[in-house]
């Protein structure tokens, strides 16, 4: 039977590979421990096109934006080789709280997946792209948001998200990494609700057929555009 879920959006397809713009709360793939509900992007998209797909990458589940399918087995796993050998530039926007550097600067903090786990490098590139100062915050002790531009160079477990919160400037809207009830508090001033405000914004990487240089954007989240109008209306 066909999925009869929201159509999604297709941001580049042709005969092996197809990219589309993540919602918000759809996983990847299945689930180890599917529960009824889950909306799942490689299932939604598969019927949508009516082709097999084969996933590439991940982003987390509360991550909105570009993600890559093949629709090709072997170009699904030239890609696959090609991030391993990180030769595909993932640029991400994240929104924090308060006022960052306005230097662009890197973390190479390393990362554990669990507790029982070796320490694994990791290096992100971060910078500032824009401040503002919504009109919910005006009376709160936290008088401003960022807007950062990430770009990881390994690929770690929540890698951006704990590398924000290596420099005490938590993702809003990141209940894991942030707190549940801090979460709530600067949803309900923001207006972006139980939103993480994390988006995989592009992807650079060399076509594994053509060899052409390829970048698939997605357009700003419109949480993200909500709080940043005059810098997303340009980009």
Known sequence: MKSINKPLTILYQDEWL???DKP???LVHPADHPKEGDLVTMKILRDQIDHRVY?????DRPTTGVLLFGICRDAAKALHRALERHEVAKTYWAVCQGAVSQTPWECHQGIQ???NQPIRDAHTSFRH?????PPGLTNESLSSVSLIEAKPHTGRY???RRHMLHINKPIIGDFRYAGIDTSHHLGQLLDTGTRMLLQSKSLTFSHPVSSKQLTISSPPDPHIASLFPEFCVHS
């Open 18 to 20: 197809v990219a589309v």
């Open 24 to 26: 918000a709360g759809h």
């Open 55 to 59: 996933n590439i990458h991940r982003i």
């Open 113 to 115: 997946k669990e507790d």
């Open 129 to 133: 792209l824009a401040s503002a100062s």
């Open 158 to 160: 929540h890698q951006i």
